[in-house]
């Protein structure tokens, strides 16, 4: 049997494959956040397309740390009933399902966050085209309670974990990140005090969740920017987070100001697959927690590869399951041509995630 389709433990839970729906914005809430019945549908399928471990799309902590239209909220008690259905309507099959908290920090629009955006330190985003404010020390204080509240609201909803959003520029990923963040408090300069929010927030969920609740990470592994976040720094904090009690490292990448983000376009051949597959090996070699390796990977040899080779030991997928929530089930079945989403990144669909190509053909 392929290693894919055997189980492993993250902290106190055992995932019933090697494979992981990487943390997807669905566009399906509703104009206040909750939940609707799209995307409880959503879930319902992957779980049972059999994806061992799925991670939502990325739930908002606070109003101001709204990134998209339609995006779903956590930042309040009355989000919980919503949040419930997901939990509910997974746990109908043997996959698991963790909530992704987020903040947007400077990555979002005044429109969208109500307020002017807010970063570590006030460096204009030419992508948003924002220049957002510098937070106070209260405020950070109030952010790391706001994370911690809305695991407790995951938790309470039925979620089987958290990931914390560390990636992709975001307002965790962004303190990590030597670009963004040029405080010279106890919040910035060297990668111990970038870190510090992360693993105070971890420090909180763990403490306010329990030790068995689990907490994982999804972590940038670069910006691809000029004094940015690199390589070594992200080997660094994941040794901070383990020592603090994570329980497994997704390894993602890139921040829209660098012109690459973490959905690459254009993959063709089995050599794209696993863009970020070598800086999950880095930091696996680094941590004794379980390394989900990401980007780009389509085919199942090389899933196979990356985990045999012992360069991560699960595999995360984020279009091929738009394209097909039902393809784990059919590598499981005996599938051995590729996924066959083709990377075009038409999926970002504003009223609700879809494959393009898929609908263009019917
Ligand atoms: C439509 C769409 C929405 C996404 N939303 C999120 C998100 O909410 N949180 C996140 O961490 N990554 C998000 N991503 C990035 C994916 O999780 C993943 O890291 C990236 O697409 C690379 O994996 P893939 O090649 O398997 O798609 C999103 C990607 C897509 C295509
Ligand atoms: S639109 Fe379809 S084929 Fe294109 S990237 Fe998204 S899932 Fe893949």
């Not at 669905?26 to 471990?53: F, K, S």
């Not at 209260?138 to 994370?147: Q, V």
């Not at 910035?188 to 005090?193: A, I, L, M």
């Amino acid at each position: 049997m392929s290693i894919l389709f055997t189980p492993l433990k993250i902290g106190s839970i055992s995932v019933p494959n090697r494979f992981v729906r990487s943390a997807t914005h669905e566009y399906m809430a509703d104009d206040e956040g909750n939940v609707t019945d799209n995307e409880v549908e959503l879930y319902r399928r992957l779980a049972e397309g059999e994806v061992g471990l799925i991670i939502s799309g990325h739930a908002f902590v606070q109003p101001s740390g709204k990134a998209s239209p339609r995006q779903t909220a956590v930042y309040d008690d009355r989000f919980v009933e919503g949040l419930a259905r997901i939990p509910a309507a997974v746990h109908g099959y043997s996959s698991l399902v963790f909530l992704q908290i987020a903040h947007a920090g400077r990555q979002t629009k005044e429109r969208l966050c109500a307020c002017i955006p807010v970063s570590p330190s006030a460096v204009y985003d030419p992508v948003s085209k924002v220049m957002p404010r510098e937070l106070r020390g209260e405020e950070i204080r109030a952010l790391i309670t706001d994370f911690v509240a809305a695991a407790g609201r995951a938790k309470r909803a039925g979620f089987d974990g958290v990931q914390l959003h560390a990636a992709h520029g975001y307002l965790i990923s962004s303190f990590l990140s030597p670009h963004t963040n040029r405080r010279t408090d106890e919040w910035g300069g060297p990668v111990e005090k970038r870190a510090r929010v992360l693993i105070d927030v971890l420090r909180g969920v763990k403490a306010a969740c329990g030790t068995a609740f689990p907490v994982i990470v999804k972590l940038n592994s670069t910006d691809f920017l000029d004094g940015g976040l690199t390589v070594d720094d992200a080997v660094r904090i994941a040794r901070m987070l383990e020592a603090e009690g994570i329980d497994a490292i997704e390894v993602s990448g890139g921040m829209a100001e660098a012109g690459r983000g973490s959905v690459w376009p254009g993959l063709r051949s089995e050599a794209d697959e696993g863009y970020f597959a070598e800086n999950a090996a880095r930091i696996k070699k680094a941590v004794k927690v379980p390394v989900f390796a990401l980007g780009g990977i389509r085919t199942l040899a090389v899933a196979e590869k990356i985990v045999e080779e012992g360069r991560a030991d699960l595999i995360s997928l984020s279009r091929p399951l738009i394209r097909d929530p039902f393809l784990v089930k059919h590598f499981r079945e005996g599938l051995t041509t590729k996924s066959e989403c083709i990377s075009c990144n038409k999926c970002f669909y504003p009223r609700g995630i879809r494959c393009a190509e898929l609908t263009k053909k019917r």
